[in-house]
């Protein structure tokens, strides 16, 4: 039995728990916008109105032509009620599924609950389109820890990332129980949606840490061109495209075989590894063209190896320069990530550039948020980082200060929701 809108506002301002349970049952199925109706999959319609289908086989958000801005949010659990939990995964599907197409919140949620009622949906996305806003949700490690019931249902690759040469984390950037990522074309789109988000898990979810980014530093699609960092190259030349799924199968979403027993809800999904780096750019900007174009392996201008002209002209890291030595450095930063030296290991990019203010001390805190989907992170992450740790000379310029792992689960059907996906 549903809720009119007056009532469902009632029961949002009694308590955590009870308004959770109560926005999920206002918000049916029937209420979802027209423009939903037959839409599956995680790509744009048809007619490319600015709408990514929400419900499909894997989670919008990873395959999905990468936007430029995105809005991130890690959250820690609060309540120790699994049934708290999850009556908010279930009112965050119905929620989020309507904000990718370009509705509010909840039904009339800025204005439509009457003047004493605090608004349902806050507003500032109004008159914005959908904006091919996609919203992906994720779970760390720590939300199978024993309070929710949920030990025998960890994916066994869902375990903290090891500690890596060169980190220097802040414990305040990194880690988390869930994570929301929502990208879109607008930053005001992506951010009204986690801000919706988190607004409804008051009392049963906190912000641990969020990041805000703008110019996507990857293409997920052959029709996107490479985009730059901010240290100038052209960035993810190589990386893995929804136009080849095979591969996408192979290195990104996780197989049945992965997870069997009570980790089986997650086939088809993959693993989110979240970095937040620091790019020390006024270093960068005073370092010389060869160097920097030594340190990364490729041609600044076009992108392309050192030694040819085209961006995507095949690697050959046995050609040697004038003095004898590998034209492509064998501290450069190509060589090392490229699959060929790491024994056909692949992820698929998603990440964004970020500038934060200064650091206080007259620097830009600004740097690269890397964002990556792997069937495995430890198995393909990991090894990747290490190699990079141990000898990458971009290190003289970089330093991670944040990290998280997240297991995103596959796409819901219809009628299927997050919370039920979950407890099962």
Not at 385 to 395: E, I, K, M, T
Request: glycine share 12%; charged share 20%.
């Amino acid at each position: 039995m549903t809720m009119d809108a007056s009532s469902r506002r009632a029961v949002l301002a009694a308590g955590a728990g009870t308004a959770i349970a109560g926005a999920a049952a206002g918000l049916t199925w029937a209420s979802r916008p027209a423009a939903a109706d037959g839409a599956s999959g995680a790509g744009a319609t048809a007619a490319d109105d600015g709408i990514v289908a929400f419900r499909g086989a894997h989670q919008a958000g990873i395959t999905t032509p990468a936007q430029d801005r995105l809005h991130f949010v890690a959250l820690d659990v609060l309540t120790e009620d699994p049934e708290e939990l999850r009556s908010l995964l279930t009112a965050w599907t119905r929620a989020a599924e309507r904000m990718t197409y370009g509705a509010e919140a909840a039904p009339g949620g800025a204005v439509g609950g009457g003047p004493f009622q605090a608004p349902a949906d806050t507003g500032e996305a109004l008159d914005l389109t959908a904006s091919h806003l996609t919203v992906t949700i994720g779970y760390g490690p720590s939300l199978f820890d024993g309070r929710f019931g949920l030990e025998g249902r960890r994916p066994e690759a869902l375990r903290e990332l090891p500690a890596f040469l060169g980190d220097d984390l802040d414990p305040a950037r990194s880690g988390g129980d869930l994570c929301i990522q929502a990208c879109a074309d607008d930053p005001q789109v992506a951010v009204h949606a986690v801000r919706n988000l988190v607004r409804m898990g008051f009392g049963v979810v906190a912000v641990r840490w969020s990041q805000l980014g703008f110019g996507r530093t990857s293409s997920t699609s052959t029709a996107q061109v490479t985009p730059r960092n901010l240290f100038g190259f052209k960035d993810g030349t190589a990386n893995l495209k929804a136009e080849d799924p095979a591969a996408v199968d192979e290195h990104v979403w996780v197989a049945p075989e992965d997870v069997p027993g009570g980790a089986a809800w997650m086939a088809g999904g993959s693993y989110l590894v979240a970095r937040r780096i620091r790019m020390h750019v006024e270093i960068w900007d005073r370092t010389p063209l060869t160097e920097q174009e030594a340190i990364f392996g490729r041609d600044k201008k076009v992108g392309a190896p050192l030694g040819t002209t085209d961006e995507f002209a095949p690697i050959d890291f046995q050609r040697k320069g004038a003095d004898g030595e590998p034209l492509i450095p064998m501290t450069s930063h190509v060589r090392l990530a490229h699959s060929s030296t790491l024994d056909g290991v692949k992820i698929l990019r998603r990440g964004y550039n970020f500038t934060d203010g200064t650091d206080g001390q007259g620097h830009l805190d600004a740097g690269l948020f890397f964002i990556a989907f792997v069937r495995d992170a430890h198995r393909q992450f990991v090894p990747m980082q290490r190699s990079l740790a141990r000898a990458d000379v971009l290190n003289e310029y970089i330093e991670h200060t944040g990290s998280a792992l997240f297991a995103c689960p596959p796409g819901l059907a219809d009628g299927q929701d997050w919370g039920t996906q979950l407890f099962a």
